[in-house]
């Protein structure tokens, strides 16, 4: 038996199943995959608030000044979390793709594609951590300059969403309008 055999065996037997207990399978795979995305902020945040430890341990004076900077820096850091969370619940609670019409095995990659999308929010959680942590660092070290360090982190953080909010995009197009079905 050749490996096309196999995989065309597969599906064959795949199909054989409830389709909807298929959709809600893969959907449970889609929202283990979209939870992947909580190691970015998880990375992120942990950096940010190891920057403002070191930079309060170095100025204590300047902790007010320090803590705002990481604990808003790490609030923008987290937001890919939460898009990802927003699609696990709603392939978990409102999965649109039940009633769909359509072949079952192009609803089930779509209920896993959505998830492996949300997977690109790391790099985003990552990256705005680590701007939050620098800017805590700066602040640190000059807790003066606090709004204009503030306001460069903002600007950095919000281009770095941006690969989030394309992921959830693509996430949405394929639970709510999918044009393959």
Request: hydrophobic share 55%; proline share 3%.
């Amino acid at each position: 038996m050749n490996q096309t055999d196999f995989i065309n065996q597969f599906f064959t037997w795949l199909m054989t199943f409830d389709r909807r207990a298929l959709i809600f399978s893969a959907s449970a795979i889609g929202v283990g995959l979209a939870m992947i995305a909580g190691i970015g902020p998880g990375i992120g945040q942990g950096y940010a608030a190891g920057k403002a430890a070191e930079a309060v341990g170095e100025n204590p004076k300047g902790q007010k000044q320090v803590t705002l900077v990481m604990l808003l820096g790490s609030a923008v850091a987290e937001t890919s979390g939460i898009l990802s969370l927003v699609v696990a619940l709603l392939l978990l609670f409102g999965n649109p793709l039940i009633k769909v019409e359509g072949k079952a095995i192009i609803l089930m990659a779509s209920a896993i594609g959505a998830g492996f999308a949300m997977i690109a929010g790391i790099g985003s959680a990552v990256g705005q951590g680590y701007a939050a942590g620098k800017a805590t660092e700066a602040c640190g070290k000059r807790p003066k300059y606090q709004q204009i360090i503030m306001k460069a982190m903002f600007i950095g953080q919000a281009v770095a969403q941006a690969s989030s909010i394309f992921a959830l995009i693509i996430a949405l197009i394929l639970l709510l309008a999918n044009p393959l079905i």
